[in-house]
T-cell receptor, first 113, second 118 residues
Framework: GENVEQHPSTLSVQEGDSAVIKCTYSDSASNYFPWYKQELGKRPQLIIDIRSNVGEKKDQRIAVTLNKTAKHFSLHITETQPEDSAVYFCAASSIQGAQKLVFGQGTRLTINP | GAVVSQHPSWVICKSGTSVKIECRSLDFQATTMFWYRQFPKQSLMLMATSNEGSKATYEQGVEKDKFLINHASLTLSTLTVTSAHPEDSSFYIC??????????????FGPGTRLTVT
């Protein structure tokens, strides 16, 4: 089955700097890669996703890149703000079939004012 | 938008009792719902895939007789934790997605249920 590895587990950056979180996946059949932000005790919130037919997607300060050959994808947050502090999870699934999401281990991002 | 609710938001029960958690898609029909468990400071782990009108598909290591799933309608799935023990204490989250073939592949998450077994 699919296995998703996420790094780093914790990340601390100065406000205004950029943050990058990386994930690798194992199943070449996976073709949908969402990123979630989760605050303590809350549900995961989708912040951006990418499908395997594109290599990069951007939404304001957030971007995701995908390298299908290497089976890795990354989340980039620019001009970080204190409210970006949260736990971020990557995930992978196939658009076909059951569409089960397999999550990475999570990254606790702290933005220092 | 697509909204998923869960009830209750939190529950405390005594060891040996059973607890039922409801997951509802409020504004769309969901042939498939998913149940996750999340321990403190850990990731979401898929427990089972709930299919409307058929048996749930459980992930390896998840006891189907302990975690009973019923998906009786296109908008409701329930998870019953039977004979709960303290080690079952966790944050249980459901998600739902549109029917196959729908353009929207996103999974919409419920707000979660915090279960504490004493």
């Amino acid at each position: 089955g699919e296995n998703v590895e996420q790094h780093p587990s914790t990340l601390s950056v100065q406000e205004g700097d950029s943050a990058v979180i990386k994930c690798t996946y194992s199943d070449s059949a996976s073709n949908y890669f969402p990123w979630y932000k989760q605050e303590l005790g809350k549900r995961p919130q989708l912040i951006i996703d990418i499908r395997s037919n594109v290599g990069e997607k951007k939404d304001q300060r957030i971007a995701v890149t995908l390298n299908k050959t290497a089976k890795h994808f990354s989340l980039h947050i620019t001009e970080t703000q204190p409210e970006d502090s949260a736990v971020y999870f990557c995930a992978a699934s196939s658009i076909q079939g059951a569409q089960k999401l397999v999550f990475g281990q999570g990254t606790r991002l702290t933005i220092n004012p | 938008g697509a909204v998923v609710s869960q009830h209750p938001s939190w529950v405390i029960c005594k060891s040996g009792t059973s607890v039922k958690i409801e997951c509802r898609s409020l504004d769309f029909q969901a042939t498939t719902m998913f149940w996750y468990r999340q321990f403190p400071k850990q990731s979401l782990m898929l427990m089972a895939t709930s299919n409307e009108g058929s048996k749930a598909t459980y992930e390896q290591g998840v006891e189907k007789d302990k975690f009973l799933i019923n998906h009786a309608s296109l908008t409701l799935s329930t998870l019953t934790v039977t004979s709960a023990h303290p080690e079952d204490s966790s944050f249980y989250i459901c998600s739902a997605r549109h029917q196959p073939g729908h353009w929207d592949h996103e999974q919409y998450f419920g707000p979660g249920t915090r279960l504490t077994v004493t």
